[in-house]
């Protein structure tokens, strides 16, 4: 009895029937492993021999999105920037995960892959002090 009542709310949650007031399709959830709070900062960045500047507009403990760039899914990429109010910079390797390729918001999603410890807790130690920031006002 219990199994049929989970398969009856996991089916509606996968967009089958009607959900209550105040639910979610799991579709319309955000998908990240890891928050992410804006950020609005230059990021430095490097494929092999090529060197770059874009905006990062969002940046979490799993990623940063890299506004109006353009590179193919799975391309390595390493990073350097600086978190407002920092004096140190982060430095950090990534591979393109998604691009978004919309009007007014392309850019690419970068997942990190490799990124000192030390600069890791920097990063949630930033985002966490941010999501607060952003409760307060």
């Keep these: 009895r219990l199994a049929a009542r989970w398969r009856y709310g996991a089916s509606r949650a996968m967009g089958k029937g009607p959900l209550p007031a105040g639910r979610r399709r799991l579709a319309d959830v955000e998908r990240r492993k890891f928050m992410r709070v804006p950020l609005g900062t230059s990021v430095q960045y490097r494929v092999g ?6 905006n990062a507009s969002n940046v979490g403990r799993g990623g940063v999105f890299l ?13 350097s920037w600086a978190l407002p109010g920092a004096r140190r910079r982060i430095e950090a390797v990534g591979e393109v995960a998604w691009i978004d390729d919309k009007p007014g918001s392309s850019g690419i999603g970068i997942r990190f892959e490799e990124v000192p410890a030390r600069d890791r807790e ?3 130690r930033w985002v966490i002090a941010a999501r607060r920031q952003k409760r307060r006002a």
């Design 49 to 54: 021999k090529r060197r770059g500047k874009a």
């Design 67 to 79: 506004e109006n760039e353009k590179l193919p899914i799975g391309t390595r990429v390493a990073l």
């Design 122 to 124: 920097a990063i949630v």
